[in-house]
Nanobody, 126 residues
Framework: QVQLVESGGGLVQAGGSLRLSCAAS????????MGWFRQAPGKERQFVGG????????YYADSVKGRFTISRDNAKNTVYLQMNSLKPEDTAVYYC???????????????????WGQGTQVTVSS
C-alpha cells in the first residue's frame, strides 16, 4: 500500500509560481510512474502531467506545456510539480497519483493509477 501526501499549495497571484511536492511511503517509489492531476469545482479531474519511474520524458497537458515541469527524486521518494506563469484557470485541487510500472504507461488515464493523494489546493488570483 502506497501513501501519497501532497504539499506546497496555496494562494498566488497570476504570473506567480508554486512548487508542489508529493511524498510517497509504504512502497518502492521507483516502481511507480507518477502523475499529477487537477480538479476545479464543477469540473472533471484533468491530467496535468506524468513522469516515468526513471524520470525520463515527462508528458504534459497542452494547457500547461511550457509553464509546468515535473521532476522526481527517487532517493527522496518525492515527485515535484513546478508551476510557473500561473493563470486563474490553473485554480484547482491538485492530486498526485502512482501507477505501477508494468507494461504501457497510461500517463493521462486517471483510472490506470493505483494510488492517489488527498490533494492540495492551488488558487490563482487575477
Amino acid at each position: 500500500q502506497v501513501q501519497l501526501v501532497e504539499s506546497g499549495g496555496g494562494l498566488v497571484q497570476a504570473g506567480g509560481s508554486l512548487r508542489l511536492s508529493c511524498a510517497a511511503s509504504g512502497g518502492t517509489f521507483s516502481s511507480y510512474h507518477m502523475g499529477w492531476f487537477r480538479q476545479a469545482p464543477g469540473k472533471e479531474r484533468q491530467f496535468v502531467g506524468g513522469i516515468f519511474r526513471s524520470g525520463r520524458t515527462p508528458y504534459y497537458a497542452d494547457s500547461v506545456k511550457g509553464r509546468f515541469t515535473i521532476s522526481r527524486d527517487n532517493a527522496k521518494n518525492t515527485v515535484y510539480l513546478q508551476m510557473n506563469s500561473l493563470k486563474p484557470e490553473d485554480t484547482a485541487v491538485y492530486y498526485c497519483a502512482a501507477q505501477y510500472a508494468s507494461g504501457t504507461y497510461y500517463y493521462a488515464q486517471a483510472t490506470k493509477y493505483d494510488y492517489w493523494g488527498q490533494g492540495t489546493q492551488v488558487t490563482v488570483s487575477s
